[in-house]
């Protein structure tokens, strides 16, 4: 994921299913209200939010609060490094 300072983001993807590999990429907007990261999705319409830290100035850990994505369990967590 590719965050811009202008509030625009693009996602690529590369997933692999029976044997097959396909790449997508989606593009949208975030924002920060309060103590809550937003993460509008063109593509499906919908916003993820997510709680945040910043564990140090390279990275930033982001923890579920409602996302349009069906998962398996309730609680989605990940840490985005910097890449330089």
């Known amino acids: 994921m590719t965050r811009n300072a202008d509030g625009t983001f693009v996602l690529n993807f590369v997933f692999t ?3 097959r590999t ?3 990429q989606e593009t949208g907007n975030w924002w920060i ?3 809550k990261f937003y993460e509008y999705h063109e593509e499906s319409g919908k916003t993820d939010v997510y709680t945040y830290s910043v ?3 390279n990275q930033v850990k982001f923890k579920s ?3 349009s994505v069906g998962m398996n369990n309730d609680s ?3 840490t985005d490094t910097r890449k330089k």
């Open 17 to 19: 299913q029976n044997g």
């Open 22 to 24: 396909q790449e997508t």
């Open 33 to 35: 209200e309060g103590n």
């Open 55 to 57: 564990p140090n100035e």
């Open 65 to 67: 609060q409602s996302i």
């Open 76 to 78: 989605y967590e990940f």
